[in-house]
């Protein structure tokens, strides 16, 4: 009797305690099954991923868009505005006038360009042969030269080796010396290689099987199913030959055959007056020379424009490639 009383008692007093834990808590939220990464942010979440993209937007935007504005305007707006323009005002195009008529500045857009066409497809064919073969573990020497690879990674010869290598090559003062030295990135060859060692090999045996060579292979299957990865890595060789200063400023010695990135250093970075740089748009009656703030601003656009005008087109690839080669590997 006791016993049972007792547990009626504690059954009685248990209701309304669970009901007055209901009254006070609300009703419990089911537990969600989904990864916290993919629940519905709460409106505060929302506000703040909008407030900081919008702040990442203007930290990103608002230089590029003070040096165009300062290239396209007078040398009345840019002494109004105490140097860098943010507010539009009279507005010319008298600085691009001056970089396309001539002079040391176009030249270097012409070097920039076509180093950089020659250096990435030569950089990118390379480091595909080179991974491709390596990619075959059973390959001749196939240790001791993915160690050599990994060894470059970390250890290099040094600036006065190189530049005796480079001297004694006869590459002084030639347009091969901003291509040959740093031609194959041991990196880009080691994504390239894991990607490929992620491919079936059930496909590239069958192909050997029907006869196909190893150029074949590579040619016709490896290639079309890598495209994303050799994007990539193509992005990687080419932005680095249009930034790329510091080769020119050891093995040119002839300003004419200077890039766009050095004119930039020299001009913009240090002040130099370059030789035979017109400041006065050629052809163009009663146009007066620009200013050398606007002339600057205009060189960096033109070093900037290049890269912005390819990379939408690779952005696409770059999760696919770079994420996916470094985890297969």
């Not at 690879?149 to 290099?156: A, D, G, R």
């Not at 680095?240 to 040119?252: E, P």
């Given at each position: 009797?006791?016993?049972q009383?007792?547990?009626?008692?504690?059954?009685q007093?248990s209701?309304?305690?669970?009901?007055?834990?209901?009254?006070?808590?609300?009703?419990?939220?089911?537990?969600?099954?989904r990864?916290?990464?993919?629940?519905q942010?709460?409106l505060i979440?929302?506000?703040?991923?909008?407030?900081?993209?919008?702040?990442?937007?203007?930290?990103?935007?608002?230089?590029?868009?003070?040096?165009?504005?300062?290239?396209?305007?007078?040398?009345?707006?840019?002494?109004?505005?105490?140097?860098?323009?943010?507010?539009?005002?009279?507005?010319?195009a008298?600085?691009?006038?001056?970089?396309?008529?001539?002079?040391?500045?176009?030249?270097?857009?012409?070097?920039?360009?076509?180093?950089?066409?020659?250096?990435?497809?030569?950089?990118?064919?390379?480091?595909?042969?080179?991974?491709f073969?390596?990619?075959?573990?059973?390959?001749?020497?196939?240790?001791?030269?993915l160690?050599?690879f990994?060894?470059?990674?970390?250890?290099?010869?040094?600036?006065?080796?190189?530049?005796?290598?480079?001297?004694?090559?006869?590459?002084?003062?030639?347009?091969?010396?901003?291509?040959?030295?740093?031609?194959v990135?041991?990196?880009?060859?080691?994504?390239?290689?894991?990607?490929?060692?992620?491919?079936?090999?059930?496909?590239?045996e069958?192909?050997?099987?029907?006869?196909?060579?190893?150029?074949?292979?590579?040619?016709?299957?490896?290639?079309?199913?890598?495209?994303?990865?050799?994007?990539?890595?193509?992005?990687f060789?080419?932005?680095?030959?249009?930034?790329?200063?510091?080769?020119?400023?050891?093995?040119?010695?002839?300003?004419?055959?200077?890039?766009?990135?050095?004119?930039?250093?020299?001009?913009?970075?240090?002040?130099?007056?370059?030789?035979?740089?017109?400041?006065?748009p050629?052809?163009?009656?009663g146009?007066?020379?620009?200013?050398?703030?606007?002339?600057?601003?205009?060189?960096?656009v033109?070093?900037?424009?290049?890269?912005?005008?390819?990379?939408?087109?690779?952005?696409?690839h770059?999760?696919?490639?770079?994420?996916?080669?470094?985890?297969?590997?």
């Amino acid at each position: 009797m006791t016993s049972q009383g007792a547990d009626t008692g504690t059954a009685q007093n248990s209701v309304p305690l669970a009901q007055a834990s209901r009254q006070g808590r609300g009703p419990r939220r089911r537990r969600s099954t989904r990864p916290i990464w993919a629940e519905q942010a709460t409106l505060i979440e929302r506000i703040g991923k909008v407030l900081l993209l919008t702040m990442i937007v203007l930290a990103v935007a608002l230089p590029l868009y003070t040096v165009v504005l300062t290239s396209l305007s007078t040398e009345a707006s840019i002494s109004a505005a105490g140097g860098m323009v943010l507010v539009p005002g009279e507005l010319t195009a008298n600085a691009y006038s001056a970089i396309l008529s001539g002079g040391i500045v176009t030249r270097s857009i012409l070097v920039s360009i076509g180093v950089t066409i020659v250096g990435t497809a030569l950089s990118t064919g390379v480091s595909v042969l080179a991974a491709f073969g390596l990619s075959r573990t059973d390959s001749v020497l196939h240790r001791p030269i993915l160690f050599l690879f990994l060894i470059t990674m970390f250890f290099s010869a040094g600036m006065i080796p190189t530049y005796l290598v480079v001297s004694k090559l006869g590459l002084i003062d030639s347009y091969w010396s901003l291509i040959l030295p740093g031609a194959v990135s041991a990196f880009n060859v080691l994504i390239l290689r894991a990607f490929f060692m992620g491919i079936d090999k059930g496909i590239l045996e069958a192909a050997r099987i029907d006869g196909a060579g190893e150029f074949r292979v590579l040619g016709t299957i490896v290639l079309p199913m890598s495209t994303a990865v050799i994007a990539v890595v193509a992005l990687f060789y080419g932005v680095g030959y249009w930034n790329a200063f510091f080769n020119a400023m050891l093995y040119l010695q002839d300003s004419a055959k200077w890039p766009l990135q050095m004119v930039l250093r020299s001009y913009v970075l240090e002040g130099v007056e370059l030789p035979g740089s017109e400041l006065t748009p050629a052809g163009v009656a009663g146009s007066t020379a620009p200013s050398s703030l606007a002339i600057k601003m205009a060189i960096v656009v033109f070093a900037l424009v290049p890269i912005l005008m390819v990379y939408p087109f690779i952005q696409k690839h770059f999760t696919k490639g770079v994420i996916f080669g470094a985890v297969k590997g």
